[in-house]
T-cell receptor
Framework: GDSVTQMEGPVTLSEEAFLTINCTYT??????LFWYVQYPGEGLQLLLK?????DKGSNKGFEATYRKETTSFHLEKGSVQVSDSAVYFC????????????FGTGTLLAVQP | NAGVTQTPKFRVLKTGQSMTLLCAQD?????MYWYRQDPGMGLRLIHY???????AKGEVPDGYNVSRLKKQNFLLGLESAAPSQTSVYFC?????????????FGPGTRLLVL
């Protein structure tokens, strides 16, 4: 079935390092893609999204480009901060009219000062 | 405007006990969802609702029931709790008529079943 696969964590980086979290998906067609972030002790919140191929989503210095050739939506940030420490979830919109999301397993990012 | 709220925040149950988790949203959203979050498994959809009075099964519905008697509330029930239902439960809501819209999540309910 349709799925989302993201790199396992934890990912540990020093402050100001470059971040990449890989995400690939399987799907029929071109579903909308999302990155959600979960800060410690909180619920998920949308970080960015892309609704069609070649779109780039961006927010708070994070970017992700919808690449249909490689069915990928990798998350990147040029210079991470300690405050970016969180769990990041890649997700795709399921088919049909219910707007269900299919999530990856999540990647824990720990940024050290 | 509180967004999506969940009660309780934390609960400990004994095996076989029952409980109801409440999700409330004040954004007049049509769609509501219940997920569970487990280590290494991401979020999995339990049940969802596309409008008041309607519910449907998600990916992992066994052992849970839901009701959507009012548009703003979505209840998740455990009739006979099992240790396998130890998890963090998240509710989310979404406005209808917004293509590829964003789901808004509550802060979660941590449930421990002994």
């Amino acid at each position: 079935g349709d799925s989302v696969t993201q790199m396992e964590g934890p990912v540990t980086l020093s402050e100001e390092a470059f971040l990449t979290i890989n995400c690939t998906y399987t799907a029929t067609g071109y579903p909308s893609l999302f990155w959600y972030v979960q800060y410690p002790g909180e619920g998920l919140q949308l970080l960015l999204k892309a609704t069609k191929a070649d779109d780039k989503g961006s927010n708070k210095g994070f970017e992700a480009t919808y690449r249909k050739e490689t069915t990928s939506f990798h998350l990147e940030k040029g210079s991470v901060q300690v405050s970016d420490s969180a769990v990041y979830f890649c997700a795709r919109l399921d088919r049909g009219a219910t707007n269900k999301l299919i999530f990856g397993t999540g990647t824990l990012l720990a940024v050290q000062p | 405007n509180a967004g999506v709220t969940q009660t309780p925040k934390f609960r400990v149950l004994k095996t076989g006990q029952s409980m109801t988790l409440l999700c409330a949203q004040d954004m007049n959203h049509e769609y509501m969802y219940w997920y569970r979050q487990d280590p290494g498994m991401g979020l999995r959809l339990i049940h969802y609702s596309v409008g008041e009075g309607t519910t449907a099964k998600g990916e992992v519905p066994d052992g849970y029931n839901v009701s959507r008697l009012k548009k703003q509330n979505f209840l998740l029930g455990l009739e006979s709790a099992a240790p396998s239902q130890t998890s963090v439960y998240f509710c989310a809501s979404l406005a209808a008529g917004v293509p590829q819209g964003t789901q808004y999540f509550g802060p979660g309910t941590r449930l421990l079943v002994l």
